[in-house]
């Protein structure tokens, strides 16, 4: 008998730079209301993914950023981590190296604004990602089970890097968001292992075919309608694919006025989306299953996972969903 696809859905849990490289002057920084995106009193971010994962009997991987560390100290991104934890969720890594900028300890040599892990020395890779677990430790309580880099930008020398510390899994690839340089490390999905760390991509699929013209799209919650979602599950399932990972992020569930993060409001579309995608898990358990980094280490370290050829989704999926993308970004209120 078949056993259950597995659906992993990840949540980069992070703060903004914000404008603040870019003009220190007139910008800095913005925290808590890029992760909890409070709207008249009410958490449309951490707090309705949290509720909408509770209701569901959904478990996810939060990957939390901890190089902010550098700048806003442990709170409020500790606090946050807190309530994942006893939400009875999954936490794992998130570096955006730019934050380490901030860093004032004079027994570190300054860091660049360059948010970039790829391209970087096996030296100072290693000095970031040591930076990060060590603040990761002191969150969470115990060592990272994956690493998620920034901008899923990677190159092969961070999985030697990540390998020498001990970290055995990752999920920094998405063929949709950036296509790294090296053919072996642009994998549409599944599980391979590179450099003896295995890696879990976030699931690309081809979106579109208008004239032979194809499209790349990664799997995410803001760029991918309910019905695309659908179909690519069931496909997946009919095709052997055991698991699936989705990428989301907390503040994708607001509209905002600006990147300072102000006037906020609920992106209906968004949360509909993902309370879909959880209704259906939990109304397909013999099909399908919510599986996390941490809890899954033993069995995705055993053995790769391939996810066969490209998906193809037929293109008027994806003219519906512009269309729709293009309703919720215009009109605030729908």
Not at 175 to 181: A, D, H, N, R, S
Request: hydrophobic residues 40%; neutral net charge; charged residues 20%.
């Amino acid at each position: 008998m078949q056993k259950p696809t597995e659906i992993t859905i990840t949540i980069d849990t992070e703060f903004s730079i914000a404008g603040a490289f870019e003009n220190p002057e007139k910008y800095t920084p913005v925290a808590a209301p890029a992760v909890a995106c409070v709207v008249n009193g009410k958490e449309q971010g951490l707090g309705f993914l949290l509720e909408t994962f509770e209701k569901y009997n959904i478990s996810a991987s939060f990957f939390v950023e901890c190089a902010n560390y550098f700048y806003f100290g442990d709170e409020p991104m500790q606090g946050f981590v807190k309530r994942i934890l006893m939400a009875g969720q999954d936490v794992q890594l998130h570096v955006h190296p730019c934050w380490l900028n901030f860093n004032k300890d004079s027994e570190y040599r300054g860091f660049s604004t360059n948010d970039s892990c790829a391209g970087r020395s096996a030296e100072e890779l290693t000095r970031i990602f040591t930076l990060c677990i060590e603040v990761f430790e002191r969150w969470v309580g115990k060592r990272p089970d994956a690493i998620r880099t920034g901008s899923l930008v990677a190159d092969r020398n961070l999985y030697q890097v990540m390998r020498d510390l001990g970290i055995p899994l990752a999920s920094n690839i998405a063929l949709g968001v950036f296509q790294p340089k090296e053919p072996e490390l642009q994998i549409l999905g599944g599980r391979k292992r590179i450099e003896g760390v295995m890696e879990l991509p976030v699931f690309t699929y081809q979106d579109m075919n208008i004239l032979g013209k194809t499209h790349q799209k990664s799997l995410q919650i803001t760029s991918c309608s309910w019905p695309e979602m659908k179909y690519i599950l069931w496909q997946a399932r009919k095709m052997g694919v055991e698991n699936i990972v989705i990428l989301t992020h907390p503040f994708e569930f607001v509209k905002r006025d600006d990147f300072q993060f102000n006037g906020l409001c609920r992106n209906r579309v968004n949360q509909t989306r993902l309370q879909k995608l959880c209704q259906f898990v939990a109304e397909h358990d013999q099909d399908f299953v919510t599986a996390t980094f941490g809890d899954s280490v033993s069995n995705w370290t055993c053995k790769e996972g391939d996810c066969g050829p490209i998906m193809k989704v037929p293109t008027h999926y994806a003219v519906v969903r512009k269309m729709h993308n293009k309703l919720s970004d215009s009109i605030s209120l729908y």
